[in-house]
């Protein structure tokens, strides 16, 4: 079964707008959350990522919220950039299990 | 500097054929996985070895055989290609088995006609 799941499947916002992508899982023993980029034909590279026993983490223009008890995370882009259309996967890790989300597909209309 | 490498990057091929696919990470990782992503984009882990010793091995057909020469090696053999096995399969590695951060090659591109 999917073990994380993703949304919404796709996404389009205006240069400078805020992009959201949600996640939820169902593991609480999952304890290493990534955000992924993937651009067109390349393979996905590490984005951000956040351990569970903070709620929030912010690096540039990309912040993960987390909220443990809830069992969910979303990866907040702020002032979207057209650089930033991709493909973006979340993860969920414990041990030598990893699982990814289904991908959002982010568009940023100039 | 190519950290992690895929050869072939394009593979097109017919029903029946047999294939492999090379990776090679420069990083001195320990630990090496191969992943299919489908037309839907969804990724999925196959296999995972943590030097030269296989550690994860989900449910793949058997057709599908991973061998590790080396700790920096990783090849996927595939036997009787099949047009389900039509996607992209990427390469990755991780400092170690407990590692989270992946690396990921640049993909290979099979297509089974």
């Known amino acids: 079964q999917q073990q994380v799941k993703q949304s919404p499947q796709s996404l389009i916002v205006q240069k400078g707008g805020i992009s959201i992508i949600n996640c939820a899982y169902e593991?609480?023993?999952?304890?290493?959350f990534p955000w992924y980029q993937q651009f067109p034909g390349k393979g996905p590279a590490l984005l951000i990522a956040?351990?569970?026993?903070?709620s929030e983490k912010k690096e540039g223009r990309f912040t993960i919220s987390f909220n443990k008890s809830a069992k969910q995370f979303s990866l907040h882009i702020m002032d979207s950039q057209p650089g930033d259309s991709a493909t973006y996967f979340c993860?969920?890790?414990?041990?030598?299990?990893?699982?990814f989300g289904t991908g959002t597909s982010l568009t940023v209309i100039p | 500097d190519t950290a992690v490498s895929q050869t072939p990057k394009y593979l097109v091929t017919q029903m029946g054929n047999d294939k492999s696919i090379k990776c090679e990470q420069n990083?001195?990782?320990?630990?090496m996985y191969w992943y299919k992503q489908d037309s839907k984009k969804f990724l999925k882990i196959m296999f995972s070895?943590?030097?030269?010793?296989?550690?994860i091995n989900e449910t793949v057909p058997n057709r599908f055989s991973p061998k590790s020469p080396d700790k920096a090696h990783l090849n996927l053999h595939i036997n009787s290609l099949e047009l389900g096995d039509s996607a992209v399969y990427f390469c990755?590695?991780?400092?170690?088995?407990?590692?989270?951060?992946?690396?990921f090659g640049p993909g290979t591109r099979l297509t089974v006609t």
């Open positions: 990755a590695s991780s400092q170690n088995r407990g590692a989270y951060e992946q690396y």
């Open positions: 593991n609480t023993a999952f304890d290493y």
């Open positions: 956040i351990r569970p026993d903070v």
């Open positions: 993860a969920a890790s414990m041990g030598n299990q990893f699982y």
């Open positions: 990083l001195g990782h320990d630990t």
């Open positions: 070895y943590n030097n030269k010793e296989l550690i």
